[in-house]
């Protein structure tokens, strides 16, 4: 799969280093997972690559060992230079992606790698997992090679605000979120209602729990596509308020007064549910929508008896508008931590590229001026030849009018010698 992305990438253009990380020993596959239950870590080869702050992008790829494999997690433990960089997860399970992702261990595969990188402060853009064992999920199927484009066009997006970044993993986190809590609490309906109906205790019908395992498996299905196909993801809390609220009525409506006035209670719990996603719209329109179904449970007739709409709606509404407020408010906090947070990335990445062009500068000032000094050097040394020219010109001829000077004294005095004798 590493293998496949770096053809990819080199075929758009990037280039691309690879890194492989091996284990000092290798063992079976039941050897592998008996290591992975008991003692949880192994010892690798150290690393070409430990630090990876030089690539813009860096890509990390583990097998599902329904976590993260003990090769990778020790890597991770060590790798350094994360800080703010774009990271894409790529993985291999051995089930049908879609399913694995959703329902069985992948999400803790993303969870422990998404955990390790949140640490190391970097940024996990895009994620992508195929199967190593299944032909038609696998890396040369079509859906394989969709993925990967997709992988790939997500990877080379420009960065985008740190705000968009954070609300769109916390809206994909919920999602998932969502999903495993509607199919846990399927399956979990479905033992309780087979046991209880085991003891001839079941107060809902087969029928009755039919309609509310349609509802569990429609909403699954719904949040599953929304997820996805990855448009619009907050429709995805949305869906989830409304089969929450309809799940409840209708669990209401059928097991009838055998559990209370109490059940009024279930809406407040999904307010409260519903708070903890950071957003108070969806809290909202849990709210208006858990009023509808107290209207259906209000003309249910034998709920009549044992409503009483005037406390029920006031109290609804109280907690309804309480949780949305309190949510607004650490919504509006959370937004602004993150443009706290960008405003001091970006002034970070502002003085990192005056630095760096200020030393550019200064260093091609001292290399101008390497070059003056030697060309000054150069000037000097010309004139200083000039200069030893000339002085040994003039000094020559000075010498010369010496030696003339008495030479003439000497002729002089022979002359005046010669006239003596003469006379
Ligand atoms: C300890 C261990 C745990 C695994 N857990 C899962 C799992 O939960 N779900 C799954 O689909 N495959 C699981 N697998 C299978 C691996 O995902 C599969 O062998 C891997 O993707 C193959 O990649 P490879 O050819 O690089 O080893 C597990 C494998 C090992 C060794």
Known sequence: MAEVLKKEFEARGHSVD?????????????????????KGDCEIYPPKIWDVSKYDVICI????????????????????????????????????????????????????????IEQKRGRIVESI????????????????????????DKIETPIFPLKDYFLNRREIESNRLLVIAFSTLLVLSLILHIVLSVF?????????????????????????????????????????????????????????????????LGYILIFILFGFFHNPKVVIFSGLFSFLGYGILFYTYSLKEILNPGLDLVLIGITCGAVASITGSLQKYHFSLLDSQEEIETAKVVLEIKVEARTKE?????????????????????????????????????????????????????LEKLRKHES
């Open 18 to 38: 690879v890194e492989k990380v091996k284990p000092v020993k290798e063992h079976s596959f039941f050897a592998w997972w008996h290591i992975r239950m008991v």
């Open 61 to 116: 790829g583990s097998p599902n060992w329904t976590r993260l494999s003990l090769p990778m997690a020790r890597y991770l433990q060590k790798i350094e230079g994360l800080k703010y960089k774009k990271i894409g997860f790529f993985a291999t399970t051995a089930a049908p992606p879609a399913f694995e992702w959703y329902i069985l261990s992948a999400y803790l595969l993303d969870l422990t790698f998404t955990r390790i």
């Open 129 to 152: 997992l195929l199967s190593s064992i299944l032909k038609n999920w696998g890396v040369d199927s079509k859906y394989g090679k969709r993925a990967i484009k997709n992988f790939c």
């Open 200 to 264: 001839n205790k079941g107060f809902l019908s087969w029928a009755q729990y039919f309609y509310l395992a349609a509802i569990f498996v429609f909403s699954i299905l719904l949040l599953t596509a929304v997820h996805q196909r990855k448009i619009g993801i907050l429709l995805g809390k949305y869906i989830g308020g409304f089969s929450a609220v309809l799940l409840w009525t209708l669990a209401m409506v059928f097991a009838q007064p055998s559990l209370g006035r109490v059940m009024i």
């Open 362 to 414: 200064l260093k091609e000032l001292a290399a101008s001026l390497d070059e003056q000094v030697k060309v000054r050097t150069k000037e000097l040394q010309e004139k200083i030849n000039e200069l030893e020219k000339f002085s040994k010109l003039a000094v020559g001829r000075e010498l010369k009018m010496i030696e003339l000077k008495e030479e003439i004294k000497r002729l002089e005095e022979e």
